[in-house]
């Protein structure tokens, strides 16, 4: 999957703008933070480990060192992302809580296989604009709903970008730049929505922003045998050729079934046996 042109990323921020401007207004990011720690008591920063939420949270930090974060431990990451969080978290000194989902990747290609690409829906039906993978419910929204829950939390603050995905860049043009999410129960407030790739790039080398090492090869650093994403063969095949070699084993030509069925009756451990942070 080759990254998007500086012109496409512009092209997608521009159409976001437009209509988060009707809807909450532009703000620059640490404006938009303040903002959310005024008008929340209990806020926390949702961190994958991902270059977006890192600068998300340097940002947070000069504004409220002691403000909460949240990441999701859920076994799939890249070897180097969970490294990199262990290591972060100790060196900028986080109020961090790490959670862990119910089931294991593993268990939800059990269930009901691997993720498929993510389908557009019709949201004049009442649909989400795309359909959310069994995965990423379980291992990503689920933990963040239970955490919610658990502490009280009335708003997230995010790295999402409009640059990233032409569905996002859609989303903040419906929302604008923060609002209330119905399912979740609380607010998402996204700081840096409109900066293009650039624009991330020079904060990180401007405020010496330690970054994963994982982005020495990949454009995305999320699960590593995600499957929902156009150009999961060609990126984890440059990453991790024992990773690729072990998933399209699991995959295989004779199907999910089979491929599962392979998996539990020999025993095959996933080669990704990552440490818990």
Same mark, same amino acid.
């Given at each position: 999957?080759?990254?998007?042109?500086e012109?496409?990323?512009?092209?997608? +921020?521009?159409?976001?703008?437009?209509?988060?401007?009707k809807? !909450? @207004?532009?703000?620059?990011?640490?404006?938009?933070?303040?903002?959310?720690? &005024?008008?929340?008591?209990?806020?926390?920063?949702?961190? /994958?480990?991902?270059?977006?939420?890192?600068?998300?949270?340097?940002?947070?930090?000069?504004?409220?060192?002691?403000?909460?974060?949240?990441? !999701?431990?859920?076994?799939?990451?890249?070897? &180097?992302?969970?490294?990199?969080?262990?290591?972060?978290?100790?060196?900028?000194?986080?109020?961090?809580?790490?959670?862990?989902?119910?089931?294991?990747?593993?268990?939800?290609? &059990?269930?009901?296989?691997?993720?498929?690409?993510?389908?557009?829906?019709?949201p004049?039906?009442?649909?989400?604009?795309?359909?959310?993978?069994? =995965? =990423?419910? *379980?291992?990503?929204?689920?933990?963040?709903?239970d955490?919610?829950?658990?502490e @009280?939390?009335?708003?997230? +603050?995010?790295?999402?970008?409009?640059?990233?995905?032409? +569905?996002?860049?859609? /989303?903040?043009?419906?929302?604008?730049?923060?609002?209330?999410?119905?399912?979740?129960?609380? *607010?998402?407030?996204?700081?840096?929505?409109?900066?293009?790739?650039?624009?991330?790039?020079?904060?990180?080398? /401007?405020?010496?922003?330690?970054? /994963?090492?994982?982005?020495?090869t990949?454009?995305?650093?999320? =699960?590593?045998? =995600?499957t929902?994403?156009?150009?999961?063969?060609?990126?984890?095949?440059? !990453?991790?050729?024992?990773f690729?070699?072990?998933?399209?084993?699991?995959?295989? &030509?004779?199907?999910?079934?089979?491929?599962?069925e392979?998996f539990?009756? !020999?025993? +095959?451990?996933?080669?990704?046996?990552?440490?818990r942070?």
């Amino acid at each position: 999957m080759k990254p998007k042109t500086e012109a496409q990323e512009l092209a997608q +921020i521009r159409l976001a703008m437009r209509g988060a401007e009707k809807q !909450t @207004g532009i703000y620059e990011a640490q404006d938009l933070i303040r903002l959310a720690l &005024e008008r929340h008591d209990k806020i926390a920063v949702s961190w /994958s480990g991902g270059r977006c939420s890192t600068v998300v949270l340097h940002i947070a930090l000069q504004i409220c060192p002691t403000i909460k974060v949240m990441h !999701t431990d859920h076994g799939v990451h890249y070897p &180097e992302t969970v490294k990199y969080v262990r290591a972060l978290a100790r060196k900028w000194n986080l109020n961090l809580t790490i959670t862990k989902p119910e089931k294991t990747f593993w268990e939800i290609v &059990e269930e009901k296989g691997f993720p498929k690409p993510r389908v557009p829906m019709d949201p004049k039906k009442g649909q989400a604009a795309v359909r959310t993978p069994a =995965c =990423c419910r *379980w291992l990503k929204e689920k933990p963040l709903a239970d955490f919610r829950k658990k502490e @009280g939390i009335e708003a997230f +603050i995010t790295g999402m970008r409009a640059a990233e995905a032409r +569905i996002r860049a859609l /989303s903040m043009y419906q929302k604008g730049q923060f609002y209330f999410v119905k399912r979740l129960k609380a *607010w998402k407030y996204n700081p840096i929505a409109f900066w293009p790739t650039r624009e991330l790039v020079n904060y990180c080398l /401007s405020n010496d922003v330690p970054i /994963s090492p994982v982005y020495k090869t990949v454009n995305r650093s999320g =699960c590593w045998p =995600c499957t929902a994403f156009v150009g999961w063969r060609n990126q984890l095949m440059r !990453t991790n050729l024992k990773f690729y070699n072990f998933l399209t084993k699991m995959m295989g &030509e004779k199907g999910d079934q089979w491929a599962l069925e392979h998996f539990y009756n !020999t025993r +095959i451990e996933p080669p990704c046996k990552t440490e818990r942070a």
